[in-house]
């Protein structure tokens, strides 16, 4: 197998870079927040809530912004019978920002959290916090697991480099810094990894439509050349699906700590809400390169290419077009520098999901669960080991598990039937109990799981209406897979059922508790009689410097405004919070 140096100097230059960017970020905000008392381990979590609108920005934007976010647009946009119709991800969580600032960053950000558990935590109690822990976990690994394979997959394709070495490295250049300065690193690689991606992808696409091979993509948008036309279409009877799918990216994408991470990070709640909006143009301005790569691809006449005489359609590769377009229609130097940017969004994705995992497991459930009177140094200890041990999971995951990408389709399914509506039951309904956040967790989970997965080989045991058998053909092996197809809207139905089986059985349980046909003794899980017991956080402490604080008793968070970015991008009057900025408002609303 042939070594491209070229291409190795170019990844070489472009992880030093961002491991430089990484280190420089740690040591500049070494001090950060000191002088105002915030725990070490809050500025990792959150970097001290200053994080300014320049730099929030870049990493909100990355948010969802990553390897997967490119490759899989231009794959969407190149399939036959897809296309740019059934390219949802840019629209889909653009939508979710948009959303997401409108109804939530606010609420999440005035009331002082640090990770998007605290909210369960708080009213539902530790256990219940405990159970949504584990989709929040299982998304934000399998994401990670699934961007680093598509890594080394897209690194073999260019430079011929062994896979396992190149998600090894990746990984462990993101675990490092990660490491080092927590979220102030990510976020300011984040700006790095950004240019990379818009500068690396658009340098390349002028050269890919000069190559002879490829025709015109305005009328391949509309005729069939040598595919479907790229533009794609929607047929009628898999509207719903197409629907279901759009549903689960714009409200599936809202409940996931690497979003609220950055809205925690925000000095003001008015400024997450900002954030969110700028991220949610930076989405739609960053899809734009891989859709025309993947109308490139759809476009291109393969056999006057190196590539081969069989399309990457034909070979089960249109999953890898854009790299293979970037190997076969461009240069080589150009080639390699788009290569160094997708390594970059794929580290810019990683980084943030491993952090966000540890954050959860070190805040609410080693801290507020088990150890309540850990201290701060303890705290940070065991999100360093997190950080290295979820790393180590996900690439280990990414370098042994076949089917890494449907256990993560799986698990984002998980996310927004299971904690969307309890989100939504948390911040919005008043009233809600453990009782229907458990009923929520189970309705969802069983409508869910019930209606299989085919990327796990998952039979469904619910057949909804409308399913239908279909047939997968394996063009390079021949093998044809049958699998159901679910075209009824399930995933959403079950959304909404676990969010109407969380009000209903609270309400319910509620009643029949103060009514007196339950015994106030059968409350087991301390939700409605003794609602302000040691399980509900309501009553838990948050150990700040060794002292017990009474959540009800938390002073408001510092708003920490930075003048001339707010003087030279906004209002800086207009920034600042009106309402309450401190949990002691949600405690007195529920």
């Known amino acids: 197998m042939a070594i491209h140096a070229e291409g190795i100097v170019a990844i070489v230059i472009f992880y030093l870079l961002i491991l430089g960017v990484g280190i420089w970020a740690a040591w500049k905000n070494k001090n950060s927040g000191v002088g105002d008392g915030v725990d070490q381990s809050e500025r990792i979590m959150v970097g001290g809530r200053d994080i300014g609108l320049f730099v929030g920005g870049f990493t909100m934007t990355a948010t969802w912004v990553g390897g997967g976010y490119i490759n899989g647009t231009a794959e969407y946009v190149y399939l036959p019978d897809y296309g740019l119709a059934w390219a949802q991800a840019p629209f889909g969580y653009a939508l979710s920002l948009v959303v997401g600032g409108l109804f939530f960053a606010k609420p999440m ?5 640090v990770t998007m558990l605290d909210p369960f935590q708080q009213l539902y109690g530790k256990r219940m916090g405990g159970l949504l822990f584990i989709p929040a976990l299982m998304g934000e690994i399998f994401w990670s697991a699934a961007i680093l394979s598509a890594l080394g997959a897209t690194l073999s394709v260019i430079v011929d480099i062994n896979i396992n070495i190149s998600v090894v490295i990746s990984a462990l250049i993101a675990i490092f810094y990660t490491l080092v300065g927590g979220l102030y690193s990510v976020a300011y690689t984040d700006v790095v ?3 990379c991606i818009f500068v690396g992808l658009w340098i390349s696409v002028p050269f890919a439509l000069s190559n002879p091979a490829v025709s015109d993509i305005s009328v391949t948008a509309k005729e069939v050349i040598y595919q479907s036309p790229w533009l794609g279409k929607i047929d009628p009877k898999d509207a719903w699906l197409w629907a279901d799918n759009f549903f689960l990216l714009m409200l599936g994408g809202i409940p996931w700590q690497v979003y609220f991470q950055r809205v925690l990070s925000a000095s003001s709640a008015t400024y997450a809400q900002v954030l969110s909006f700028l991220a949610a143009f930076g989405c739609l301005v960053m899809a734009v390169p891989s859709v025309l790569i993947g109308a490139i691809g759809a476009s291109t006449d393969w056999n006057q290419t190196s590539y081969g005489y069989l399309a990457p359609k034909d070979m089960d590769q ?12 461009c240069p080589s130097y150009v080639s390699f520098f788009g290569l160094g940017a997708v390594s970059a969004a794929v580290m810019s994705s990683a980084d943030s999901s491993i952090l966000s995992a540890s954050s959860m497991f070190a805040r609410n459930i080693y801290q507020l669960a088990f150890r309540q009177s850990a201290s701060d140094r303890e705290i940070v200890w065991v999100m360093r080991c997190t950080i290295f041990v979820f790393g180590a999971l996900a690439t280990a995951m990414a370098l042994l598990t076949k089917s890494v990408y449907g256990l993560w389709y799986l ?6 039937v299971i904690i969307f509506p309890q989100l939504l039951s948390v911040l919005f309904v008043k009233g809600t109990n453990t009782y229907g956040s458990v009923a929520g967790y189970i309705f969802g989970l069983l409508l869910r799981i019930g209606g299989g997965e085919p990327y796990l080989k ?3 045991f619910i057949y909804y209406p409308g399913w239908v058998y279909q047939e997968r053909i394996h ?5 044809v897979e049958r699998f159901v197809q679910q075209r009824f809207p399930f995933k959403t139905m079950s959304m909404l059922a676990s969010f109407l089986a969380n009000v209903a059985f609270s309400y319910l349980t509620k009643y029949l508790f103060e009514s007196g046909t339950f015994s106030h003794k059968y409350d087991f899980l301390d939700a409605v009689v003794s609602k302000h017991s040691k399980e509900i ?7 700040s410097n060794q002292d017990n604080i009474i959540l009800s008793e938390m002073a408001p968070v510092k708003q920490v405004l930075g003048a001339s970015i707010a003087g030279t991008f906004l209002n800086a009057e207009v920034l600042s919070d009106d309402g309450a900025s401190s949990p002691e408002a949600f405690v007195e609303g529920n």
């Open 458 to 460: 998952l039979p469904p």
């Open 475 to 479: 063009h390079v092996t021949g093998e």
């Open 537 to 543: 956080m309501d009553k838990a402490t948050l150990v």
């Open 318 to 329: 249109s999953d890898m077009i854009l790299p293979i377009v970037l190997q076969h229609l």
């Open 109 to 113: 950000r005035s009331r002082g959290y």
């Open 193 to 195: 990894q950004l240019f």
């Open 411 to 416: 698990s984002s399914d998980l996310v927004y």
